[in-house]
């Protein structure tokens, strides 16, 4: 059986501006000191499990010049467009439309575009047996993520024990719970029981369609008509009219939290969904005073800090734990304890109508 | 007799980095919200005390075209250049040998170019005092400012009782003392018997190079012979000759120090000496979370902040008590606390040879 790979890579991401804009997102930023952006990153560790024909990118309209750039191997009939953007469920759904037209049935993996793997052996080795779980009856797999400490910016998959032993490292997954406060996240960690939601997914095409069927009948139909469609004159007219009837809604919410057969693999690959500034110290080199510096940068008595120069020199003097980033029409100067709120610069923005900076 | 006026505006100002540069030094550059830079500022204020004619601008050669175009009014033979900077000594010599050939004699206010004052028709009123002193035998005179309160960064004046009834708000020098430490600040503040010395002197050409010759006979010697070639066309060879043989030395050491009948008055006229960044938001307005904030700014949780944007926007979030600097090649980011360091980044500069930084 096939396996195939779906990136889902329509996310807007507001937490990296002044880098990430509406017109240019997180997946497509570089963020390493390698220069790969996330999403070439993403494509590439997959590359020894899948056949680059046979990984589909399902994305907004206006991001697919990005994509053609960025990953000129991917064939133009894997890049899906969303006429809108409906969560993660109406994207699966076209991503499994297309893919069973073209093989029937299929191993899918569903993978986000921008998060960063550290150990891509391990990684490859989890997606395996994720792979050999989801091939088996109809099961539907979620890749956890064991915690390493007891963050509250994520959601968790509590698991039962291990059923049987063909089974090693596999478990029935028992709920999905939401980001907990901090007391809960500490008691998740210590429970052993609990593992992070990566949003990482394998599963055959027709055991998710089969779980449409029962859960989301009318985003079902719309995946009929949609494989109907696929490769003929009708498919962009066809994915219109089914998304402005489909409602939004997540994948988990819609089938995962409902479903039975789910299971999770525990995996440790250093695994980091990159979901601020902040990430950028952990996932690059810092120097003595713990200050991670980009680009031309003078750093006087100045520690913990996340430095991202542009095109001119930027100082820094006597700071501590401050995000500085600097483009060519906007800075950042952010607290670290004040990530959150760079979302208020772009309401800001917003409310003054300054679309160019958004 | 005539009143003239003497600008010292030959400065570096390296503690206005990075809008300040070896080229453009702070008297060049505007810091207040009216766009008028400090020298136009300082020679403004003047105006209603001493004709345009009769105001001479001691300076570096390299900055007379900035000079020229800021100050338009001010004729070209009184603008001074000197071959090269030998401290204030040599600067007054210079500007008393060309007015006592254009003058005789004359009164001479000795005026920095980069200080602000609040009060303007305060300061006419001391300065006109002062005049009537420096008028009277042959008194030296020196402005002192009252001080509001124990700054370790000026040098104070310590004074006598007054005189005589002539004499009203008007004391005698005892000695002047260097920057104190603070607990030494605080003494002088306590004491009642010290002032700041502003820099700003008035005396009579004649009182001065009588001074001079006493004190310093070889700048007197220099003295004898600008004033000869004064306004003929050897004048820049002798200048040339003379600064390169004078020694640096400044008024105050030089000759304040030494001398008897130096007198000094209280100016309680919202002077302030513009040292650093941090005066920024005492010479200006704050919002009402005690940022001053210029140019296209937007703040968010952010207090007692300094923020000078320049062509593109500044977003500020989280921050408490830090200044940051636009240019178009170059963005400062400090702590208040650290303002002193600022020059640490010069002096990277420098090593780095980044000449165009500097």
Redesign the interface.
């Known amino acids: 059986m096939k396996i195939t790979a779906v990136i889902m890579a329509g996310g807007k991401g507001e937490r990296f501006w002044?880098k990430s804009r509406s017109a240019y997102p997180k997946q497509f930023l570089s963020l390493t000191s390698d220069g790969e952006t996330m999403i070439q990153k993403t494509i590439k560790r997959l590359l020894p499990l899948v056949d680059t024909e046979d990984i589909f990118i399902v994305t907004n309209e206006s991001y697919v010049p990005l994509i053609n750039e960025q990953l000129p191997d991917i064939p133009a009939e894997n890049i899906l467009a969303e006429p809108v953007a409906r969560n993660t469920a109406p994207c699966i759904a076209l991503a499994a439309a297309v893919i069973n037209k073209k093989y029937d049935d299929a191993v899918m993996m569903v993978l986000p575009s921008d998060h960063l793997i550290k150990y891509e052996e391990l990684y490859l080795d989890t997606m395996r047996h994720a792979v050999r779980v989801a091939k088996k009856d109809e099961n539907l797999v979620t890749v956890g993520i064991t915690p390493t400490y007891p963050e509250t910016g994520y959601g968790y998959i509590n698991f039962c024990s291990a059923e049987s032993e063909d089974m090693v490292g596999v478990y029935k997954v028992k709920k999905f719970v939401e980001k907990p406060c901090l007391e809960k996240a500490k008691e998740y960690l210590n429970s052993g029981r609990y593992l992070w939601n990566s949003g990482m997914f394998v599963w055959k095409v027709s055991s998710i369609m089969k779980n449409f069927e029962r859960f989301l009948p009318a985003m079902y139909e719309g995946f009929l008509k949609m494989k109907e469609s696929a490769g003929t004159d009708s498919f962009s007219a066809v994915l219109e009219q089914c998304f402005s009837e489909f409602e939004s809604e997540s994948i988990d919410f819609g089938i995962m939290e409902k479903a039975d057969n789910i299971y999770t693999l525990s995996g440790s690959f250093g695994w980091d969904d990159v979901g601020s500034w902040l990430a950028l110290e952990k996932i690059n080199k810092t120097d003595e005073y713990g200050n991670y510096v980009a680009g031309d940068v003078?750093t006087?008595?100045t520690g913990k800090s996340i430095i991202c120069g542009n095109k001119?020199?930027?100082?820094?003097?006597?700071?501590?734990d401050?995000i500085?980033v600097?483009t060519?029409?906007?800075?950042?100067?952010?607290?670290k304890?004040?990530?959150q709120?760079?979302k208020?610069?772009i309401e800001?923005?917003k409310i003054c109508n300054?679309r160019e900076?958004i």
């Open positions: 002044p003078i006087i008595d001119k020199l930027i100082a820094a003097v006597g700071l501590e401050v500085v600097d060519d029409d906007a800075t950042l100067i952010c607290a304890s004040h990530t709120q760079v208020k610069v800001n923005l300054r900076l």
